[in-house]
């Protein structure tokens, strides 16, 4: 009776109080199977929240799903990749950090407050990061030709394939397979990625374009042999699935990215925000997270908790030469309408 009595004094004077699930609750927009169950549950006993999860296939989607979808005032956490951060702050649909809510942030590998999207994790701090390749099956690794050719090269032998489904990740892989940057902004180069990924379409051999999940389980079926996908999903395949299936990072270089977290504006559990992002930031559970996603961390006090073998494993956490042939996608600017462009032409041949 005396609690019933504090709460109607409560209201009394600070009016209704929120909905007593809001308190307890935190919706997470993600890439579907980027995130451990055991992360997941263990924040939730930990701290008494009710974590509820959609996932989506694209950055585009997401941005889309935020912008004119509804999905500003419904998630509190987003995990967008760098080349949509300009997007998402020109549009306003995230909010800066307060890093006083974050003393975890200093486990953080200083390399990554320099990241060119959100220099000193204005916006966002780094969640993991990989590169994205080809999941080759293949009884006998030693003998896979380490190209985008095996997807490109229509003299390429045995190869059902499938490749990305958006224009970034697709157009970018063409252009690196014919010597250009991920980022050209040359009409002429992307013309003739253009001609390639238009005749590569018209190859029984290609299967499908599909998210990275989807080509992925089409190589572990065996309905396709070759397929690009994102490094952690190909070699937690590898692992625990099936051993045929490798990970390769293609010789002419690929895209390396990070993917970040942030929180939308109007989040409705915004406490509960700050409390998931400083969690991840944690050593522990930073490690936890890479052992089970099999992504490298950008969290340097995570890596004393990481079996040597992951940091040693070059797929991983590529370095040497190969490095100097990888890049970030950058946004573009008004250079994107090129690759929008691009991209309706291929899809409508």
């Not at 209704?16 to 055991?38: K, R």
């Not at 997401?62 to 998402?88: A, E, F």
Request: aromatic share 10%; glycine share 8%.
């Amino acid at each position: 009776m005396k609690n019933l009595l504090a709460l109607a004094a409560l209201l009394l004077v600070f009016g209704p109080a929120a909905p007593a699930s809001a308190a307890g609750t935190l919706n997470v927009f993600i890439w579907s199977e980027y995130m451990d169950p055991e992360v997941i549950s263990d924040f939730e006993k930990r701290f008494d929240v009710d974590v509820r999860e959609d996932n989506y296939e694209s950055n585009e989607e997401m941005v889309i799903k935020l912008d004119k979808g509804g999905g500003l005032g419904k998630y509190d956490i987003i995990v967008p990749s760098t080349y949509v951060m300009p997007s998402l702050t020109n549009l306003k649909l995230i909010q800066e950090l307060d890093h006083a809510r974050l003393p975890n942030l200093g486990n953080l590998d200083p390399q990554f407050a320099a990241l060119a999207a959100d220099p000193g994790h204005r916006y966002s701090i780094p969640y993991q990061w990989g590169t994205s390749g080809l999941a080759v099956r293949s009884a006998d690794p030693g003998q896979i030709w380490k190209s985008w050719g095996l997807v490109f090269d229509p003299n390429a032998k045995g190869s059902r394939f499938v490749l990305f489904d958006t224009a970034r990740d697709c157009l970018g892989s063409a252009l690196k397979y014919l010597g250009y940057s991920f980022n050209s902004t040359n009409s002429k180069e992307i013309e003739e990625a253009v001609r390639l990924l238009t005749a590569t379409t018209k190859r029984p051999a290609l299967l499908s374009f599909d998210g990275g999940v989807g080509g992925l389980n089409k190589v572990l079926s065996g309905i396709a042999t070759v397929a690009q996908v994102y490094s952690g999903e190909a070699l937690k395949s590898h692992d625990e699935e099936d051993q045929d299936v490798h990970y390769i990072i293609p010789e002419e270089g690929c895209e390396i990215w990070t993917d970040l977290v942030a929180i939308p504006q109007r989040a409705p559990n915004l406490e509960n925000a700050y409390l998931f992002m400083n969690y991840l930031l944690d050593a522990k559970v930073g490690a936890k997270l890479a052992i089970s996603t099999r992504y490298a961390t950008p969290n340097a006090a995570a890596r004393a908790f990481i079996p040597q073998e992951y940091l040693d494993n070059p797929a991983m956490y590529p370095r040497g030469p190969i490095l100097e042939k990888m890049e970030y996608i950058n946004d573009l600017g008004s250079a994107n309408r090129l690759y929008d462009e691009a991209w309706t032409m291929i899809k409508t041949q």
